[in-house]
């Protein structure tokens, strides 16, 4: 470091310097040191279905849609289905509610769910175990699809003529068109899954039947049954439940209603059944005995009802049904008021003295629930409060049963059923292969919510910045960095246009919002190569690495001040003790 | 967005003696971004230095010179008379001097420069205190601070550096701020381009002596911008003021009371401070003709 210069030996005269500062190990000074860290975004944990909501953002936010829906079928096979009426847990987890509104994680799975994957799904190398699914709805078939990629030769078992359970029988097609329901089914037995269909298991064939040479069955037949009002008079002509009369209006069968229809109940069922009678031509009311803030079905689709100018008489319970010569002709009603929170958390009505009426109706349809036939199941399957009983993995109380979806303790959405199912098929594999499913699922777990990674484990872990096995908080969240941007809207047909028929309300982004509302992502927990450690280093530390997404951290002269830490937007950068 | 980071393309090396967390170090990071290899640094006794390293060693990678405390901007106008006369009129010679050597001991020779006009570029990075030699308070520090000098809080405002310079009518004058990187290099890119003295105020805060953790360098002094307690603006000509970059509706409380130096404040003191602010940033305001 000092040259020797002059005949000499001596150094030169005059302040001239031979060297800069770099071999002067300032790292030594240092006793915490930053790690560039991945962790999972609050919006991934959330995700009943285990997506990587984070990643297919970020793809789709670079204009790059094939690699984001190939991204969403890593984990769930119905992009197109989520896409529209999923219950979108993720959004309300979504750390960008602190700063303004949440990403609009559904719109933007719309969007690039109408491209083809870049990687397209594919079966897995063949194994000797074969599987039955019973139901063809959410639930079922992302178990065979996911056990088909696991190598497995699955048939499902589904004992209407077609696909999809719900998803085609309960919910309206202006919620969810059929050609979107079918690309995704489509593509799900173009795995080569087999089919046995306008066959139900425990009534046209046994269970016994079924399990002859089979290694496991998957049960998930749904949630189909009537759960009545228990009110007088409810048994006469004019009153039907809810599931049914959307069953028959989906498939083209005439639905017989009266001019003015009460729908009993407050959640999607009741939503949709209001708004499709008022779509045949009558004028629906729906009653619903608590208030708005307690109505479980999604708000969108309560504020979609409302402005179709469908009506509500919140706070009242149904008492008895009028009855004229065996049909409906009115609905004696109470009026609620709430009292304290009951099991569900929500505030419990109490009928309020003397407040009876009679709500005009000639048809009224039940939407209060459904139940499980627990007549088809098993013989000595364990049920508990009306649906079958199923361990955390989806075993049932019988070797080689695995159940889930609707028919199971689950919450009764989409999504929930397609997270049930994948989980099945995990638990299904694991115990074929003689393996401990918690061995199997621990690294790959997201966050402390129960979902887990189908890629992480057929792909193994992604290069890059270390995995943290930590969800990030609102408040690790660097707001200076992000701008206010409001959330896009997604158009939506005028309510007096969309009433006219079954035709999507919906009309999701075009490419030039999908892209902004993409951008809106913050990121949570993974590095975006934003730039702002290496921008703000004061001792040149930060550089590029290799890898895309990660950075290199010059641990020579690092003296720790944390700076990297703190002004990283994302909070992909930890401090670390080292001494 | 997707910078190429790479340290063996910076004019500074990393190494240096700044203390963890140093807002001084990126300032001069960015500032010789902007003005490139050719570039003359100027130093009068400063934290820098020191963290520039000893002899025979230096963490900058372009010419530097050390001068005494009072001398930074005439030992500029010297060396920029030799270029002159050597044809070298591309050299950028730009005088790096903290408060003290431009709010107080430096002063004289940076007002005379300015008088000249001479054809410099003057950084101060501003610590607001004598923070190489023990935390003395110098007339860069804010009222309530405390420092080594002024154990209860200093009692007179900070002087208002840009404005004196403004009022030499030189080209540029500026402050700029360690947490606005794009808006100190722009400033600094802008002032590459003009002739004649150009004066930049950079807030560099200083984690040892406004007792605060190594890790809040940044946040701290993006606290001040947003807080208007150090607004960003530039000064063209003596007279056409630009605010560059917005505040953000933040109480002045919301800058000091993370800060040690001023946790002997009173809430009637932090009051008082916030009016001195708002009578500023008012009359800054005026001057950019955001209001009349």
Sequence with gaps: MQRKSGPDGALPPGSITFSDMSWNRTGSWRYLKPKFVRKFSPCSESCPAGNDVEGFLFLAGEGRYEEALAKILQESPFPGVCGRVCCHPCESACNRRISDDAVSIQGIERFVSQFEPSRPPQPGEPREEKVAVVGSGPAGLSCAYHLRRLGYSVTVFEKEDVLGGMLCLGIPRYRLPRRVLNRDIDRILALGIGLETGRRVGKDMSWDELLAGRDAVFLAIGAHAHVGLKIEGESCQGIMPGTGFLKKVNLGLPAALGRRVAVIGGGNTAMDCARVALRLGSRPVVVYRRTREEMPAIEAEVQEALEEGIEFEWLTSPVRALVDDGRVAGLQCTRNRLADPDDSGRRRPEPVEASEFVLDADTVITAVGEAVDLAVLPHGLKVEKGVVWIDSWGRTSMERIWAGGDSGPDQRMVVHAIGAGKKAALSIHATLRGNDIEGIAEPLRIGSSGSFSMERYLQGEQGGAVPVREVVRPEQINLDYFEHVPRIVQPRRAPSDRVQGFEEVNGGYDKNDADLEAKRCFHCGTCDLCGNCWRFCPDLCIRSGDVPGMNLLDDFHCKGCGICAEECPRSAIVMEREL | ?292
């Excluded at chain 2, 230096?58 to 500029?76: D, K, Q």
């Excluded at chain 2, 420069?113 to 935390?135: K, L, P, Q, S």
């Design chain 2, 1 to 292: 967005m997707n910078p190429t980071m790479d340290p063996a393309k910076e004019l500074m090396s990393p190494g240096h003696l700044a203390c963890a967390g140093c807002g001084a170090a990126p300032a001069m990071r960015w500032a010789l971004e902007a003005l490139g290899p050719r570039t003359i640094v100027v130093m009068p006794a400063c934290c820098w230095s020191i963290i520039c390293g000893p002899y025979p060693h230096s963490a900058l990678r372009v010419p530097t010179f050390h001068t005494a405390f009072e001398t930074g901007a005439v030992t500029a106008a010297g060396i920029r008379a030799s270029l002159d006369m050597q044809g070298l009129q591309d050299i950028n010679v730009m005088v790096w001097a903290g408060d003290g050597g431009t709010f107080d001991i430096g002063f004289q020779a940076l007002s005379a420069a300015a008088e000249r006009n001479d054809d410099i570029i003057f950084v101060c990075y501003d610590n607001e205190a004598y923070m190489n030699t023990g935390i003395q308070r110098s007339s860069a520090t804010p009222a309530g601070a405390w420092t080594t000098t002024t154990p209860g809080g200093k009692i007179r405002p900070k002087k208002n550096l840009v404005e004196i310079m403004a009022a030499h009518r030189i080209p540029y004058a500026a402050t700029a701020s360690i947490a606005f990187p794009d808006d100190f290099i722009s400033k600094m890119t802008k002032a590459k381009g003009i002739k004649g003295t150009r004066f930049f105020h950079v807030l560099a805060t200083c984690p040892t002596g406004w007792r605060i953790p190594s890790s809040h360098t940044v946040k701290l002094a993006r606290l001040a911008v947003y807080s208007r307690a150090f607004p960003l603006y530039e000064v063209e000509d003596g007279e056409r003021y630009t605010i560059t970059v917005h505040p953000r509706d933040l109480p002045l409380r919301d800058y000091l009371e993370p800060q040690g130096r001023f946790r002997g404040l009173t809430k009637d003191q932090i009051e008082g401070l916030q009016e001195e602010v708002d009578r500023t940033w008012n009359r800054l305001t005026r001057l950019a003709g955001w209001s009349s």
